[in-house]
Structure formats: C-alpha cells, structure tokens
C-alpha cells in the first residue's frame, strides 16, 4: 500500500516542523469524491489522449492555455466568492492572490509557448562528427496534479499551465479542504479545457490513494512534507519523477541599521496576507536584542492601522480554513511559553485568530519546531 492513510502518518520518521500537521491529519473528515472505477476510466481516457498525439500540437497546448485564461477572467466572480466561502479572505486579496496571479502565468505562457516548443542547437562532440545535434523538449504523458487548499485556485493553475503547455495530459485533483473552490474548478475546467485531456477528480485521502497507487509519468504536489513524504514512497514504485514544493521553518532576521518601519511593514505583508496560511511567510523574526522594543511597537502600531484594533471586524484580515487548523494553530499558542501580544479575541467559531505575536517563545517549545502557516509571528 504506497499510500498512507492519515492515522498512519505518525508511523513516519517525522521533522519536528510536520509534526502538528500530522496529528492534525488524523480524524479528518472527508467530503464524497470520484468514485474509484471512475477514477480509473479517467486515467485510461487521459492514456489514449495522449497516445492520439494531438497533445502535442502547438495548437491543442495554445488552446488549453487560453482556456484557462478565459475560464478565470468569465468566472472570476465565481471563483473570488468561492475562496470567500472557503477561507473568508478579503476579496481583493482573493482577486491578487489566487487569480490575477494565475492570469498573469497563462499570459506568460502564451507569449513563449513557440519559442519554448523549438528545438535547440546545440555543439556536438568530436565522436559524433558530423551529426547534428538537437535538444528536442517532449511531453512527458499523463501527469498527475495534487493541488493545496491554502491557494486553491492560483496553485492548481501555476502547476496545470506548464503541464499543458509542455503537451501533457493532467488529472487534476483540488484539495477537498476548500471544498467551494473545488466544486468551482470541478465544474468549469470541463466547460473550457479539452475534457479529454484534462479531467478533475475531487475527494480527499480516499480518492488520493487511488490515484497514487496508478502509474504516471510525472506528479506535482504542494503541501505539508509529512504528506509530500508519501507521496515520493507512492512515486517510487514506478519511478515516476515528482515536483515537490513542500512547508518548513522560514526566519526572517532583522539587525541594527534596519529601516523599523520599513521592516514591520513588510514582515507583516508576508505573514498576515491570507492569514498566514502561505508557504512563504515568515515563520518568525530573529530580531536584535538592541531593536526589538521598537520593532516590536512598531509592528503593534502597524497592526492597528492596517487591520484596526480588532481585526475581526476588519474587511482586510482573513480566517482560518477550518475548526482543525484553528485548533492547531491556538495549540502552538497556549504552549509557547512566551508573551502573547494581540489586539482582539481569537474565535474557533468564526475560526478567527488575530494578528500575533509571540515575544521570546521557548526554543524547544512547538511553535519554534513545527510549521505554523497561520497569523502568528513569534519573535526572538
């Protein structure tokens, strides 16, 4: 069985920064997905897609990418309520985070899709004298495309757009964690991409698994490292090439000679946008013991204008995705062994958690080991 289910996550050798996400894991609900034979009929539809040929026509890759540009500008209402439904964020941040982003990606494309398809001149060695040498960039084949819940729909599309580019066919499968924006992208990716070469199969850990236990000739993740570690174990049955973008611990370090106001605003831009649930958010600051006071009233002061005092009234601040992440999240927080600053209660019925910040937490304490992906900044 490569694939393992949540309880048997702690059976892995875990990094301290996966071990809240693994306990979470546990006990997970989940939603009603693809039945497996349909599963199944998908993967084979995409397998005689692909051996048609017709993927790999400059034509058929333009027109998926231009699907998906139309699908997000035609439906950009849709997919904005979708992540407001799903993680309560702000809707301009939906509009910057997830679509203009994706847009932006698919315009990029466009424009070196040709160059990119052309083969490439290159010297040949003596040996081989006087052959012509050529580096010719060919499509993998049915690629699968496990996509993050934090982004739903800029991270499923930032991975789809090079696949279908490159010639591929994908299965795409949404994190069921965000369950509007999945139903979103189930229901439109069909109406604007050849639905025989790019199909979406929603679930959770049920339909994961059977996913990975087919053979694919690549596959992308984005997600926690406790599960990216399963599904390399899946991967390597056959072989198959992953790309893995993976959680950590990610410190941002401010020394004497720093513009303070500058530093607070821009540590809080990172951490605080989409509540903090964004791999590249600082986890914490190592601040120096001569400018961390003001650093760190800086950053009170910062919080109140942007956010108010009471950031769950404010129309800029997010939630958190659900009761189970709030309740990690709150966990890392009362186990600290540091000063908790914050302006406002947090809510695990609103799953709102205000802007904090953690002042000399403990070193060995879980909130400095494990990945925190939420609007807490602890600082030492």
Known sequence: ??????????????????????????????MDGTPSPKITEAYERLRTTFKSGRTKTVAWRRAQIE??????????????????????????EALLGDLSPAIQEADFALQHLESWMKPE??????????????I????????????????????????LIPIVAAGNCCLLKPSEVTPHSEAALAKLVPKYLDPEGVIVVTGGVAEAAALLNLRWDHIFFTGNGAIGRTVLEAAAKHLTPCTLELG???????????????????????????????????????????????????????????YTSDAASSASFGRIVNERHWDRIN??????????LSDGTPSRADKFIPPTLVRGPSPDSAIMQEEIFGPVLPIL
């Open 136 to 159: 010719i960039r060919e499509p993998k084949g049915v690629v699968l495309n496990l996509a993050p819940w934090n982004f739903p729909v800029q991270l499923a599309m930032a991975s």
């Open 248 to 306: 950590g611990k990610t410190p941002t370090v401010v020394l004497p000679g720093a513009n303070i106001e500058v530093a607070a605003r821009r540590i809080f831009s990172g951490k605080f946008l989409n509540a903090g649930q964004i791999c590249v958010a600082p986890d914490y600051a190592l601040v120096h013991k001569d400018i961390e006071e003001a650093l760190v009233q800086e950053m009170r002061r910062v919080a109140k204008a942007w």
């Open 67 to 92: 699907g998906i540009r139309r699908m997000l500008a035609e439906n950009s209402e849709e997919f904005v309520a979708a992540i407001i439904a799903d993680l309560g964020r702000p809707k301009m």
């Open 121 to 134: 001149s290159v010297a040949t060695p003596l040996l081989q004298q006087p052959a012509r040498s050529e």
């Open 1 to 30: 069985r490569p694939w393992r289910q949540p309880a048997d996550i702690a059976m892995t050798t875990l990094l301290p920064s996966e071990k809240g996400w693994a306990q979470g894991a546990q006990g997970q609900q989940q």
């Open 331 to 340: 966990s890392l927080l009362q186990s600290s062994g540091g000063e908790v």
